[in-house]
């Protein structure tokens, strides 16, 4: 059963960094693509990013573009969504995603809060 768990989340202040990981219970080769998304107090959860397993390429909202970069660590079954310049508007919960052979997978989620 595949396992997605994230963590690196906490309290920032506006302009600072954090860097999210997701840490997977099966090797994360198999995986088509991972992709990350967040979800504000009271809104819809929204994609941030995605990278492919193929190519490698990586894809960004435009609300984050230039600010993120989302790596993987294949030895270590890790995946990383690193956060610059971060603003209040980033604030929400986290989530990894990965897709292998057309079924979705979902960590837990972990907490971003960006202070003003």
């Known amino acids: 059963q595949v396992q997605l768990r994230e963590s690196g989340g906490g309290l920032v202040q506006t302009g600072g960094s954090l860097r999210l990981s997701c840490a997977a219970s099966?090797?994360?080769?198999?995986?088509?693509?991972v992709s990350w998304y967040r979800q504000a107090p009271g809104k819809v959860r929204e994609w941030v990013g995605s990278?492919?397993?193929?190519?490698?390429?990586?894809e960004y909202a435009r609300s984050v573009e230039g600010r993120f970069t989302i790596t993987r660590d294949i030895p270590e079954n890790m995946m990383y969504l690193q956060m610059a310049t971060l603003m209040p508007e980033d604030t929400g919960v986290y989530y990894c995603?990965?897709?292998?052979?057309?079924?979705?997978?979902w960590g837990q989620g972990t907490q971003v809060t960006v202070s003003s």
């Open positions: 099966v090797a994360i080769f198999n995986f088509d693509s």
């Open positions: 990278i492919k397993n193929n190519d490698e390429s990586t």
């Open positions: 995603k990965a897709i292998e052979d057309a079924r979705v997978y």
